[in-house]
T-cell receptor, first 114, second 116 residues
Framework: KAGVTQTPRYLIKTRGQQVTLSCSPISGHRSVSWYQQTPGQGLQFLFEYFSETQRNKGNFPGRFSGRQFSNSRSEMNVSTLELGDSALYLC?????????????FGPGTRLLVL | AQSVTQPDIHITVSEGASLELRCNYSYGATPYLFWYVQSPGQGLQLLLKYFSGDTLVQGIKGFEAEFKRSQSSFNLRKPSVHWSDAAEYFC??????????????FGEGTQLTVNP
């Protein structure tokens, strides 16, 4: 099976712009989670989607949003970008939500905000 | 609140030496526990996981970890380190119940350097 794919892999934006990142989960996986990784804050949970519904949300401002489509692909959007949004954004998928499920991570999208 | 602590930010070992990376968690019940490894510019690769049962779990690349409830620990070990093991290692946890969702709480990470 193909792994989790994320597009684009690299992105440069300027402050105030918005950005959309995409994640395609492993075939058959219905849960998709997003994480932000920065040197200062480490790995932080953004949100989880399962069957097109947001199941969990981390402690991030409303500028961060996401959605999931019927084929389980997910997008996250960041509006009004700030310098501090520069990070590696990781997507993870699992067959189900919670329980004895393992999450598999994609390679990430590296976002640089200038 | 739940948390994961990795006390060692950076560890250096010689190739062929044994390795132990420490992980402590804070949670009121038995959690699900994971170790992931990240190479520069890459995503996270799962090394091993603990859900229940045997407290000594085997993973990929010759790694193992032991869950010790009394110490709230899940330390990662490898008997003989290879130069290719140089990477950053993350311990993570999730509440150990079916309805907890997939949200992982990560430790700060331990950067492993391997000397030839």
């Amino acid at each position: 099976k193909a792994g989790v794919t994320q597009t684009p892999r690299y992105l440069i934006k300027t402050r105030g712009q918005q950005v959309t990142l995409s994640c395609s989960p492993i075939s058959g996986h219905r849960s998709v989670s997003w994480y932000q990784q920065t040197p200062g804050q480490g790995l932080q949970f953004l949100f989880e989607y399962f069957s097109e519904t947001q199941r969990n949300k981390g402690n991030f401002p409303g500028r961060f949003s996401g959605r999931q489509f019927s084929n389980s692909r997910s997008e996250m959007n960041v509006s009004t970008l700030e310098l501090g949004d520069s990070a590696l954004y990781l997507c993870a998928s699992s067959p189900w939500t919670g329980g004895k499920e393992t999450q598999y991570f994609g390679p990430g999208t590296r976002l640089l905000v200038l | 609140a739940q948390s994961v602590t990795q006390p060692d930010i950076h560890i250096t070992v010689s190739e062929g030496a044994s390795l132990e990376l420490r992980c402590n968690y804070s949670y009121g019940a038995t959690p699900y526990l994971f170790w992931y490894v990240q190479s520069p510019g890459q995503g996270l690769q799962l090394l091993l996981k603990y859900f229940s049962g045997d407290t000594l779990v085997q993973g990929i690349k010759g790694f193992e970890a032991e869950f010790k409830r009394s110490q709230s620990s899940f330390n990662l070990r490898k008997p003989s380190v290879h130069w290719s093991d140089a990477a950053e290692y993350f311990c993570a946890m999730r509440p150990g119940r079916e309805t907890s969702g997939s949200r992982l709480t990560f430790g700060e990470g331990t950067q492993l350097t391997v000397n030839p």
